[in-house]
């Protein structure tokens, strides 16, 4: 079995950091705290609307910031700045969320947005750190290695928040909700800090170009460049819109798991459970994709994901139960972390080293907005048909496109050679 290193262990750490905040702050704990908060000046419907607002805002500030800080950052040295500024903008911002008084939802929403900004922005930075740390051959293992210990990683502090949030509920603790909310988000903070100083400490950047008078308007023009030399790119942008496609399938399916466990009357603590458990099957699913693909290969493991989504689409058109909701969240649970994992590893052996930042700023960027078409087209679809079901069936068609693409894009032997 191959051990990682001082300075692989070091990196996969920071998916162990970051993946306390994605699951305490994006998806469970802030999301039921906003609602809290505002249902003392609007309505629920408005609140979602808003809280939709300040995710899209978060967005479009990084879509527009990620290739240009990318760009800049491929030059030697500014990698780790670039990553440690925006690590820094997203653990202060979370920890302020607990001062912001419950009266000032705006500001949690404005102070939210700055916390989305940081963790993204970070991501770009830790992903392309991935050219750095270890060589093309061990990319796999390490970045699957880096999303297992996520899932981990997530659930620890995610079990302090809700035993401490229940606790002030049930009054065992002597606090007020709100109180046990903010608490919550000092306990991300700290998580989310503590565990990213060994990539801090032990990682460097090796690969990048030197550094030259004006850099920011000379990125501009890398840029301008690299789209008009697209077609010596040809496999990564291929690679990209592949990606864009089935990865879309996989954010929805994770996006929209709640409201359709919700049509199916399962209250919102069974969803908290069944979410956890997910986490903990995906782990060790995510470790074994990356041994399987040292074995079959990245590609092939890559249209074992897009498989498997298809079955769960399939699977998910004949649900009538809470048991087949058990059985639909495990199987997600089974490839979820390594299909992305993967993603991450074979486009790192496909950019050029020397400017992994730039790439991997179009790569972030690539998965952001693939959020879009799914949820629009499970939500149409459940509309025109009165079925949920339908809806999430619907989701296929991102996979089978996916897929077709991804056959375009050549095997990393082929890719070397091309």
Not at 32 to 41: G, H, R, S
Not at 147 to 166: D, H, N, Q, W
Request: one cysteine or more.
């Amino acid at each position: 079995m191959m051990r990682l290193t001082k300075i692989e262990k070091s990196w996969a750490f920071y998916d162990w950091a970051n993946s306390a905040y994605s699951m305490t702050i994006t998806s469970t704990i802030m999301p039921l705290y906003f609602k809290m908060v505002f249902e003392n000046v609007g309505s629920a419907t408005t609140s979602t609307a808003y809280w939709g607002y300040a995710n899209s805002i978060a967005t479009l500030i990084l879509a527009l910031l990620a290739p240009v800080l990318g760009t800049i950052a491929d030059y030697m040295g500014l990698k780790k700045r670039f990553f440690v500024t925006f690590v820094l903008i997203g653990i202060a911002a979370t920890a302020f969320l607990s001062l912001i008084p419950e009266s000032y939802w705006w500001g949690l929403l404005v102070v939210y947005i700055l916390t989305a900004i940081g963790f993204s922005g970070a991501n770009v930075f830790y992903d392309a750190f991935l050219v750095d740390i270890t060589p093309a051959e061990r990319m796999d293992r390490v970045s699957t290695t880096g999303f297992a210990m996520g899932y981990i990683g997530s659930t620890i502090p995610f079990i302090l928040c809700m035993a401490v949030v229940v606790g002030a509920q049930m009054s065992w603790l002597p606090l007020s909700i709100g109180a046990a909310f903010r608490i919550s988000f000092i306990i991300t903070a700290l998580w989310w800090g503590v565990f990213t100083l060994p990539l801090i400490k032990n990682v460097h950047q090796v690969h990048g170009i030197p550094i030259e008078s004006k850099p920011v308007s000379r990125s501009f023009r890398r840029i301008a460049k690299t789209f008009s030399n697209i077609r010596a790119h040809n496999n990564l942008f291929t690679f990209l819109i592949a990606y864009f496609f089935y990865i879309d399938g996989v954010d929805t399916i994770i996006k929209m798991a709640t409201s359709y466990g919700s049509d199916l009357g399962i209250d919102a603590m069974n969803l908290l459970v069944i979410l956890l458990a997910t986490q903990f099957v995906a782990f060790p699913f995510a470790l074994l994709y990356g041994k399987l693909a040292e074995r079959f290969g990245c590609k092939r493991m890559l249209f074992v994901g897009i498989i498997t989504y298809t079955v769960i689409c399939i699977y998910a058109y004949f649900l009538d139960s809470v048991l087949d909701f058990w059985i639909l969240a495990m199987m997600v649970g089974t490839s979820q972390g390594g299909i992305q994992a993967l993603s991450r590893s074979y486009f790192g052996k496909l950019v050029p080293k020397e400017q992994a930042n730039e790439f991997f700023g179009f790569y972030n960027i690539f998965g952001k907005f693939a959020a879009i078409m799914g949820p629009f087209l499970v939500g149409f679809v459940t509309q025109m048909t009165g079925r949920t079901n339908n809806g999430v069936f619907s989701i296929i068609l991102l996979f089978i496109i996916g897929g077709i693409l991804l056959m375009r894009v050549p095997d990393m032997d082929e890719a070397k050679a091309a």
